[in-house]
Nanobody
Framework: QVELVESGGGSAQAGGSLTLSCAAS????????MGWFRQGTGRERERVAI???????HTVDSVKDRFTISRDNAKNTVTLQMNSLKPEDTDVYYC?????????WGPGTQVTVSS
């Protein structure tokens, strides 16, 4: 079992920055690929970025020039640095942990970007 708690969401102006953090607790955290997903009203949840324990990461093309995912294995945290925010980045952002068919989600944190 893994528990995930997000923090750092909120409001920003277009062009601004926000940093999302996710604290993970539970067993075998190092085995899990951690990531960030987002979902807007009426849309499916979509992957934003993922990172393994060893630091291998992938960020989707639509945000890779603006968003950076990182992981602190000592603290069991994963961070999403979001720069040059756009109104279309407005969504609920979810932290995710996945390993061997085990899939866990945080409760989500709202990000709102105004123009």
């Amino acid at each position: 079992q893994v528990e995930l708690v997000e923090s750092g969401g909120g409001s920003a102006q277009a062009g601004g920055s926000l940093t999302l953090s996710c604290a993970a607790s539970g067993s075998r955290i190092r085995s899990y690929t951690m990531g960030w997903f987002r979902q807007g009203t009426g849309r499916e949840r979509e992957r934003v970025a993922i990172i393994t324990y060893s630091g291998a990461s992938h960020t989707v093309d639509s945000v890779k020039d603006r968003f950076t995912i990182s992981r602190d294995n000592a603290k069991n945290t994963v961070t999403l640095q979001m720069n040059s925010l756009k109104p279309e980045d407005t969504d609920v952002y979810y932290c995710n942990a996945y390993w061997s068919g085990n899939n866990f989600w945080g409760p989500g944190t709202q990000v709102t970007v105004s123009s």
